[in-house]
């Protein structure tokens, strides 16, 4: 059983920050790559942060110098560190671990970030 669950979400003024976390469970967290998708009401599902196995870190060009991505291994945890939140940073925050060598992927349910005034 692979679940990996988020948390952290909520609503924020603009200007805020929030802190996302995913715990995996059921995988070899280490040998996964993590990724934080996020997904707005009528938009794409687009990719907000990705850190490899190795730590290797990308951002979306829309969030660089405002997000910040971290994983703990030993806690089976990657987060994502959110600043300066943005109304159009609105949208449902999924976690996404792949391991690259199988092509094995799973999905989070995500959890919902709302900045509004």
């Known amino acids: 059983q692979v679940q990996l669950v988020e948390s952290g979400g909520g609503l924020v003024q603009p200007g805020g920050s929030l802190r996302l976390s995913c715990a995996a469970s059921?995988?070899?967290?280490?040998?996964?790559?993590m990724t934080w998708f996020r997904q707005a009401t009528g938009k794409q599902r687009e990719s907000v942060a990705t850190?490899?196995?190795?730590?290797?870190?990308k951002y979306a060009d829309s969030v660089k110098g405002r997000v910040a991505i971290s994983r703990d291994n030993a806690k089976n945890t990657v987060y994502l560190q959110m600043n300066n939140l943005k109304p159009d940073d609105t949208a449902r925050y999924y976690c996404?671990?792949?391991?690259?060598?199988?092509?094995?992927?799973?999905w989070g349910q995500g959890t919902q970030v709302t900045v509004s005034s």
């Open positions: 850190i490899s196995t190795d730590g290797n870190i």
């Open positions: 996404y671990a792949f391991h690259r060598l199988f092509s094995i992927d799973y």
């Open positions: 059921g995988i070899i967290f280490s040998t996964y790559h």
